[in-house]
C-alpha cells in the first residue's frame, strides 16, 4: 500500500479576525500568514492550493499531508501567526495590541476569532465553487476589477501561471 496519498480531502479553511478587525491592511501582517503558509508547505505539512488574504480574514484551501490531520494544521497556522502578531505589536503599536486583550484562562491575547470554518470538499463542483469564491473575494470588495489584480491571493497563479509566492499546486497536479 503506498502510504504517500493524503488521507484527507483538501479543505476549505476560513478564519476571521476577531471583532473583524482590520489587522491584515498592513502587509506586514498578511506576510507573516504567507510566510506560515510557505512554512507548512515546504514542511511538507500541506499542499497549498488557493488563498486570499483580506483586511479581516483570509481563506484557504490545502489538503493535509499523509502525517497531519486538519485540526493539526488548521492550529500550526493560528497559534503561530497570532504569536507574530504579538511580536509585531508589542514592539510596533502596543496600543494596537491592548485592543486585542481578553479575560480568558488560557490565553491574555486573542486573534482570530474561535471556531474557524473548516470545510471538506468532496466533489469538484463545490471544490470549484470554493476556488471562485476565494478568487473573486478581492473583486467583491471592491479591491480590484480582476481576480489576478490583487497581490494577496492565489488568482494570479490560477489566470496567468504566475506562482508570486512559490508555495502553490495546482488543484489539477502539475499544470
Given at each position: ?20 478587525k482590520h ?112 478568487h473573486y ?18 488568482a494570479k ?19
Open positions: 500500500m503506498n502510504t504517500t496519498y493524503p488521507i484527507y480531502y483538501p479543505q476549505f479553511f476560513t478564519a476571521t479576525i476577531i471583532d473583524w489587522l491584515l491592511l498592513d502587509n506586514q501582517y498578511r506576510e507573516i500568514i504567507i510566510d506560515t503558509l510557505k512554512f507548512l508547505v515546504a514542511d511538507n505539512r500541506i499542499i497549498l492550493n488557493a488563498f486570499v488574504i483580506m483586511s479581516n480574514h483570509m481563506h484557504i484551501i490545502w489538503q493535509p499531508t499523509f502525517a497531519f490531520t486538519p485540526s493539526n494544521i488548521q492550529a500550526s497556522l493560528l497559534t503561530h501567526t497570532a504569536k507574530q502578531f504579538k511580536r509585531s505589536l508589542v514592539s510596533k503599536d502596543p496600543t494596537a495590541l491592548e485592543t486585542y486583550k481578553v479575560n480568558k484562562y488560557d490565553r491574555t491575547y486573542q486573534f482570530w476569532k474561535r471556531e474557524a470554518l473548516s470545510i471538506e470538499l468532496r466533489t469538484h463542483a463545490v471544490y470549484m465553487q470554493k476556488l471562485e469564491y476565494i473575494n478581492p473583486v467583491k470588495a471592491g479591491l480590484c476589477i480582476n481576480p489576478e489584480g490583487y497581490y494577496y491571493s492565489s497563479f490560477y489566470h496567468c501561471g504566475v506562482d508570486d509566492f512559490g508555495m502553490l499546486t495546482h488543484y489539477l497536479g502539475d499544470q
